[in-house]
C-alpha cells in the first residue's frame, strides 16, 4: 500500500497546480476526516471537535478575536498575490523575486520577507498566547521552525485559521511508498494552508510533476550535471553542461539553462560553475534539516493524557514550542488511493504513523510516543530553506539565458510558488530571447491589464 506523508494539500487558490492537474485528467484525492488538536508536552491545550460553532466559540473565548484579525489579513494578502495569474496570463514577467513581489503587493510584501511573522501579527493585534498556542505549532509542523520566520512565509498557511485544526501540510519523502513535496505559500504563505478545503491529487501530489513531463514531449535525460561553463561563440553565448550518466561521461551545448535545484551549500548540488567572469559566489543562506519518522505501531495516547485509547479521537496532533518536547508533530498517515469504503485506523488499533522531528528518535522516545512498534523508518532530509529575517533573495536571472527557479523558496516555499516561479521564468526566458523588453519588469500592470481589455 502507498502511503503518503501528506494531509490535502493544495488551496482552492492554488490556481496554477489545480489548473495543471485538471488539464491532463488527475482526480482530487478522497478526503478522510479526521480531528487534530496542540499539545504543549502536559496536555491537550486546544482541541477540534465535531461541532464547527463550538470550535469557534472555543478560539473566540480563548483568544478573543485574534483569529479573526488573522484570517483577514491572510485573506487581504492572498487577495494580493492572485494577481500573478493574471499577470502571467497576459505574458508579463519579472526579473527578480523582488520585482514579483513588489508587482502584487509593493514594498509592504518585500518588508514581509524580511520581518519575523511573530512581530507583524502583534502589529496586527493578534495576541502572544495565540502566537504561541496556533501560529507556532503550524511552523513548526509545515517548517521545523519558529515564528521568527519571515511574515510573508507564514501568512499562507493562515487562510481560515479558525479551522486550523482541521487540516496541515505535511513533508515528506519518497520512502517506503511515501511521497514527498512542498506545499503552500510560508509565513503568510504557511497559514494559508490551515484551511478545512485542501485538496490532494489520486495517486500522489507527485504525478503532477509526472503528467506535466508527459504532455510536454520534453527529450528527457537521466543525467548528473557535474558542471556549467560560459561558451561564447561570436556575438552568440551558449552554455557547455558536463554530466554524467549510466553510460559515462558526456557534455552538450544549450541556448538557455534553468536550474531547479538549490544551490547553497548545505545541500551539494555537486554542480560547478567554470570560467564565468566575474566569478560564481555561493549563494548565501542554508536548507533546513528535519527527519521524519514512519512508525507502523500503536500510539501511547496516555502520553497525550488519554489513558483509554478508545477515547482518543485525534488524527493528528501538533506541538508548541516547549524545551522538552523532541518531536514537532504525529499523525496517522493515509494510502494515496482512498477507497469508497477506506477509514482511518483507530487508535487501539496498530497504525501508520509519521513524526516530525528536528533530530532523530532515540529508543526512549519512540517509548515515549508509541506502545509498541513492528517497524521504523527513518529519513533526515533538508526540504525546505532555513529561514533568517535579515537575508536577500536569491536572483532569478544568475548570467544572461541561465536562469535559477529555487530563489522563490526563500520567498515561500510549496508546490505552487514553485510552479509561478517556473511560468515566470518561461516567460522572462522567451522574451529575453525574442527581445520583448516591454513584458518585463512593468510597472502599474492592473491598469495595462485594464486598458488592454
Keep these: 500500500m502507498t502511503m503518503s506523508l501528506e494531509v490535502p494539500s493544495f488551496t482552492p487558490s492554488t490556481s496554477t497546480c489545480r489548473s495543471l492537474s485538471s488539464s491532463y485528467g488527475l482526480k482530487y484525492r478522497r478526503s478522510v476526516a479526521g480531528k487534530t488538536a496542540v499539545f504543549n508536552g502536559k496536555e491537550v491545550i486546544l482541541e477540534e471537535t465535531d461541532w464547527y460553532l463550538l470550535d469557534l466559540f472555543r478560539l473566540w473565548w480563548r483568544y478573543g478575536i485574534s483569529f479573526i484579525r488573522l484570517q483577514m489579513w491572510v485573506e487581504e494578502i492572498m487577495e494580493k498575490f492572485m494577481r500573478i495569474y493574471k499577470y502571467q496570463a497576459h505574458g508579463y514577467a519579472f526579473s527578480s523575486v523582488e520585482e514579483l513581489l513588489d508587482s502584487l503587493g509593493g514594498s509592504g510584501f518585500i518588508n514581509m520577507t524580511r520581518r519575523p511573522l511573530s512581530d507583524s501579527l502583534l502589529e496586527l493585534g493578534v495576541s502572544q498566547r495565540f502566537i504561541d498556542e496556533v501560529i507556532a505549532p503550524v511552523m513548526r509542523v509545515n517548517y521545523g521552525q519558529n515564528v521568527s520566520i519571515p511574515a510573508f512565509i507564514g501568512q499562507e498557511r493562515g487562510k481560515k485559521v479558525e479551522r486550523k485544526e482541521k487540516r496541515y501540510r505535511r513533508r515528506g519523502r519518497e520512502e517506503w511508498g511515501v511521497e514527498n513535496r512542498r506545499e503552500e505559500k510560508q509565513g503568510a504563505v504557511s497559514l494559508a494552508g490551515a484551511q478545512n478545503n485542501l485538496w490532494a491529487v489520486e495517486g500522489g501530489n507527485k504525478l503532477v510533476c509526472s503528467g506535466l513531463l508527459k504532455i510536454a514531449n520534453a527529450n528527457l535525460r537521466q543525467a548528473q550535471v557535474n558542471a556549467i561553463s ?9 552554455y557547455q553542461l558536463s554530466f554524467t550518466t549510466a553510460a559515462g561521461t558526456g557534455s552538450e551545448l544549450y541556448d538557455i539553462v534553468v536550474l531547479a535545484t538549490p544551490l547553497q551549500a548545505s545541500v551539494g548540488s555537486g554542480v560547478q560553475f567554470q570560467g564565468f567572469t566575474p566569478p560564481f559566489d555561493q549563494l548565501p543562506g542554508n536548507y533546513h534539516s528535519t527527519v521524519a519518522t514512519i512508525v507502523h505501531g500503536y ?3 496516555s502520553f497525550f493524557g488519554f489513558s483509554d485509547p478508545r477515547l482518543f479521537p485525534f488524527a493528528s496532533i501538533l506541538t508548541t514550542e516547549t524545551p522538552d518536547l523532541f518531536f514537532n508533530s504525529v499523525a496517522s498517515v493515509c494510502p494515496v488511493n482512498i477507497s469508497a469504503g477506506f477509514r482511518r485506523k ?5 497504525g ?7 533530530q532523530p528518535l532515540d529508543k526512549s522516545q519512540l517509548k515515549t510516543l508509541f506502545r509498541s512498534y513492528y517497524s521504523v523508518q527513518v529519513t533526515e532530509w533538508q526540504p525546505y530553506s532555513h529561514y533568517g529575517s535579515s537575508q536577500g533573495l536569491p536572483p532569478v536571472e544568475l548570467h544572461p539565458n541561465l536562469y535559477y527557479l529555487n530563489g522563490i523558496e526563500w520567498a515561500g516555499s510549496a508546490m505552487e510558488m514553485s510552479s509561478v516561479a517556473a511560468k515566470n521564468i518561461a516567460l522572462l526566458a522567451y522574451h529575453r530571447w525574442n527581445r520583448q523588453t516591454d513584458m518585463v519588469d512593468q510597472r502599474d500592470l492592473m491598469h495595462r491589464i485594464k486598458t488592454e481589455l
Design 230 to 238: 560560459p561558451i561564447q561563440s561570436g556575438e552568440a553565448l551558449q
Design 299 to 301: 500510539l501511547n495516547t
Design 346 to 350: 483507530q487508535p487501539q488499533e496498530a
Design 352 to 358: 501508520v504513523y509519521k513524526v516530525f522531528s528536528p
